[in-house]
């Protein structure tokens, strides 16, 4: 595929910007293939590209039942960051957020990945232990997080109302500087054509019907709206629809699907220069390039597969927005919309082997896996490609549930997520 760069941009805009080839392909799906991804989000794009180019394996099929990037990656509010509390966590956080520096330059596609600052307000003496906590824990794993006093978060973020009288005061903030947004469908598209580049069949309207087995028990497929595929490996990489597509093999997934949702307004001009989050008021923000402020709100409280949620949900996080930052009460809104996050008791990522032999999961990322994608990808192909787990994501396992070795950010956190 060709280069993108300086001199192609200039060459095309001298003839009218008609010499620009597909991004990706639109193959008729093979009746084999070596492995086989169920969704095209980030994480299943990604995936695929890292077995092509760090495992050799390229006789893949990402199958997607919508357009690619429809779910979840589409659907984000883009906020990156890796400041967890526990180790396994800032193992695989921080992984994700060294590749996200050089993920432009390694796709040849520009993700927009801006380190414009994550601050996490803290309202209380509780929100304050919870946050040194982390601090603490951040630095003995090298991660930067820094404690702002109320003025320092106020000069970071200029828009902060930091007076005594306001609803939810503010006694301090933490502030991982390396965290900050990445343009979503931007991350696919970039995926899904350096995959595509090095061979990927990335195959969209195909839904995944039903996972075939061998009398052994070991995975032999899948059966899609499309027919049949084969493959000796098979990656469920479908975020809400994770335990949906887990029974067709059999597998109990410990998760539960709710909606979650976002919003944006309309645009104005440059005024909010980093990414603001308050755990306990529950909302967070930040300005997309093209003006809009993007909030995102809390999970419904019923579980569901309609990519839509309740009115007060976002009602409460927009009443949560306007007590934080008195400046945008007369905004207008102007899109919200839902996706379906996948939600493990722990809050916890799974990516792991399962006791089907050759069905592999990556899921469980809930509220927060779009920070996580490269690293994700990255690991979840080494997996596949070894039939064992890489050292960052071998404590992410399906098990821990059973033995009760949990990586409880759940409670880390301490407020609902
Ligand atoms: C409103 C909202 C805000 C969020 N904000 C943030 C944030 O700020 N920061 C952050 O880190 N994370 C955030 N998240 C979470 C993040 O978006 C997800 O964790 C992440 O994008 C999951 O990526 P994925 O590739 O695993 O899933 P997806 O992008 O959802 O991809 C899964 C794909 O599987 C496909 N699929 C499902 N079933 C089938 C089937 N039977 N056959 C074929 N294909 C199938 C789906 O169509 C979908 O395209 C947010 C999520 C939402 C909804």
């Not at 060294?98 to 432009?104: A, H, I, P, Q, Y």
């Not at 490996?233 to 975020?239: D, F, T």
Request: glycine content about 10%; aromatic content about 8%.
């Amino acid at each position: 595929m060709r280069k993108y760069s300086v001199f192609a941009v200039a060459r095309e805009a001298m003839r009218g910007h008609r010499g620009w080839e597909a991004q990706w392909t639109s193959p008729e799906p093979r009746k084999d293939y070596d492995v086989i991804i169920i969704g095209a989000g980030g994480h299943g794009l990604g995936t695929a590209y890292y077995l092509a180019k760090e495992h050799g394996i390229t006789n893949i099929a990402v199958l997607e039942k919508g357009w690619l990037g429809g779910g979840n990656t589409g659907r984000n509010t883009t906020i990156i960051r890796s400041n967890y509390l526990y180790d396994e966590s800032a193992g695989i956080y921080d992984h994700a957020l060294k590749l996200w520096d050089g993920l432009s330059q390694d796709l040849n596609y520009n993700v927009m990945y801006s380190a414009r600052g994550v601050m996490m307000l803290s309202h209380n003496i509780h929100d304050q232990q919870v946050f040194k906590r982390h601090i603490h824990a951040n630095r003995l794993n090298g991660i930067d997080n820094e404690w702002l006093t109320p003025e320092q978060a106020q000069e970071f973020c200029p828009p902060l109302d930091i007076s005594r009288t306001a609803r939810y005061p503010i006694n301090g903030a933490a502030l991982q500087r390396r965290g900050g947004t990445a343009r979503h469908d931007a991350v696919a598209w970039g995926y899904a054509r350096a995959a595509a580049d090095r061979g990927v069949h990335i195959i969209q309207n195909c839904e995944v019907t039903g996972i075939r087995r061998n009398p052994d028990g070991s995975v032999a497929g899948v059966d899609t709206n499309r027919g049949q595929i084969n493959a000796k490996k098979v990656g469920v990489v479908a975020a809400g629809h994770t335990s949906v597509l887990m029974e067709m093999a059999g597998v109990r997934m410990p998760l539960v699907s709710y909606p979650l949702q976002a919003l944006v307004s309309e645009p104005i001009k440059p005024i909010f220069p980093c990414v603001v989050m308050s755990n306990t008021v529950h909302a967070y923000i930040s300005q997309s390039d093209k003006g809009e402020l993007v909030i995102g709100a809390g999970t419904d409280q019923y579980s569901s597969y309609s990519q839509t949620g309740g009115l007060q949900i976002i009602t409460h996080t927009l009443d949560a927005i306007c007590e934080l930052f008195p400046i945008f009460r007369r905004m207008k809104m102007m899109r919200s919309w839902g996706g379906i996050v996948d939600v493990t008791p722990d809050r916890s990522p799974i990516l792991a082997k399962t006791p089907v032999q050759g069905l592999y999961v990556n899921c469980g990322w809930g509220t927060g896996g779009f920070k996580a994608t490269p690293g994700s990808a990255n690991v979840f192909a080494h997996t596949i490609a070894n039939d064992a787990p890489h050292k960052i994501n071998a404590p992410f396992t399906l098990e821990r549930f059973r033995s009760g070795r949990l990586i409880d950010e759940a409670a880390a956190a301490a407020v609902a997520h």
